[in-house]
């Protein structure tokens, strides 16, 4: 069975700093591992994913993530965070096999201080 | 470019009465799509999905059904809302076989039961 773990409601970061959203996954196989974010009343945006080869996958808006296989952790990263990076993040997996169904964590609240 | 319609984007319904919400796709041909929920507070939890005109998958029952009557067109209905029917629903879809495309979601529809 597949499951994703998003461990921290909520995360507090002043801008400027570098910010870490975490995540652990559970899947039968190998993983596809995706990162959207949320803008309030809003559907979801993709910011990247991994899927194979290099562990470090860069996305959108100067987000990065790290996948780890040895701890199953695929963490949403940026270097310096900026007030409009405040929003709702979801981790997401989803089995290489091709199951349909895309599996979210639930979601983590970050907010940027100025 | 394939863009993604959801309407309505805000719904107000008393308990008892029939829901439709409709999502469209367009740009692209013959997509896999899928209807989420999310709760209050933030989880995304999967409802139906499909890869054909007709095709149907439930993933959890409830009081809700799905309908593919066109390539592009996806229906969320319910005969008779509960309150626990209360979220935000999103419509999403992919080009190909599942497993490394992203989700695209559309901007969501908002129903209160009350």
């Known amino acids: 069975a597949q499951s994703v773990a998003q461990p921290e409601d909520q995360v507090n970061v002043a801008e400027g700093n570098p910010l870490t959203v975490k995540c652990t996954y559970s899947?039968?196989?190998?993983?596809?591992l995706f990162w959207y974010v949320q803008y309030p009343n809003r559907g979801l945006q993709f910011l990247l994913k991994?899927?194979?080869?290099?562990?470090l996958v860069k996305g959108s808006y100067g987000f990065e993530a790290e996948f780890n296989k040895s701890q199953t952790s695929f963490h949403l990263k940026k270097p310096s965070a900026l007030v409009s990076d405040s929003a709702l993040y979801f981790c997401a997996v989803r089995e290489s096999s091709g199951a349909n169904n895309l599996f979210f964590g639930t979601g983590t609240r970050l907010t940027v201080i100025p | 470019s394939q863009t993604i319609h959801q309407w309505p984007a805000t719904l107000v319904q008393p308990v008892g009465s029939p829901l439709s919400l409709e999502c469209t796709v367009e740009g692209t041909s013959n997509p896999n799509l899928y209807w989420y929920r999310q709760a209050a507070g933030r989880g995304l939890q999967l409802l139906f999905y499909s890869v054909g005109i007709g095709q149907i998958s439930s993933e959890v029952p409830q009081n809700l059904s799905a309908s593919r009557p066109q390539d592009r067109q996806f229906i969320l209905s319910s005969k008779k809302l509960l309150l626990s029917d209360s979220g935000f629903y999103l419509c999403?879809?992919?080009?190909?076989?599942?497993?490394?495309?992203?989700?695209?979601f559309g901007a969501g529809s908002r129903l209160t039961v009350l």
């Open positions: 999403a879809w992919e080009k190909g076989r599942p497993g490394a495309n992203v989700l695209t």
């Open positions: 899947v039968s196989g190998n993983p596809y």
């Open positions: 991994y899927i194979t080869g290099d562990n």
